[in-house]
């Protein structure tokens, strides 16, 4: 294998798990809508109406970012869009963390108050900070195996 397929094929890795993360997290969050606006309530830094607005379009946001991802549909702008979600997710634990409060991020459905030895802020940042990884070498190498982009950009 060359050195221009290894790394569609790590690209590819990046998509579809970068995929998976967004289908799971999205499809967790929109079975459960009460609890999605639980967990969004949690960070205290919206107003009541910002945390309605955010608890119903997010879910589905994830849910379509995981297709496009999937597919292979605009791996360079989802990968953009994916990176600009996740740094804000890492900016809102990080506040929730500095400002003491005691949440879980809700990140895979669930999220709310948890007692103050339950919160995991480290291990959600560097979680994300992965999928940010993910998400930024799609922005680098957008190429990948098997997607809409590489079947109609002439490469395959």
């Not at 690209?11 to 969004?40: C, E, H, I, Y």
């Not at 702008?77 to 003491?100: D, E, I, K, N, T």
């Not at 999220?111 to 480290?122: I, Q």
């Not at 930024?136 to 997607?147: N, Q």
């Amino acid at each position: 294998m060359n050195r221009a397929r290894a790394l569609d094929v790590l690209g590819t890795l990046a998509r579809v798990g970068l995929a998976a993360v967004w289908l799971v997290s999205g499809t967790l969050k929109a079975v459960d809508p009460d609890q999605t606006f639980v967990a969004v309530r949690a960070y205290d830094v919206l107003p009541e109406t910002g945390v309605e607005l955010v608890a119903a379009v997010l879910p589905f946001l994830e849910i379509a970012l995981g297709l496009l991802l999937l597919a292979g549909v605009g791996t360079r702008a989802v990968a953009g869009l994916s990176a600009v979600l996740l740094l804000v997710f890492v900016a809102g634990v990080s506040q929730a963390w500095a400002r003491g409060l005691s949440i879980d991020c809700g990140c895979f459905g669930g999220g709310g108050a948890v007692d103050p030895g339950n919160t995991a802020y480290v291990q959600e940042i560097l979680r994300d900070t992965g999928f940010l990884a993910m998400a930024a070498w799609l922005i680098v190498r957008p190429h990948t195996v098997a997607s809409f982009d590489s079947r109609y950009s002439g490469r395959t």
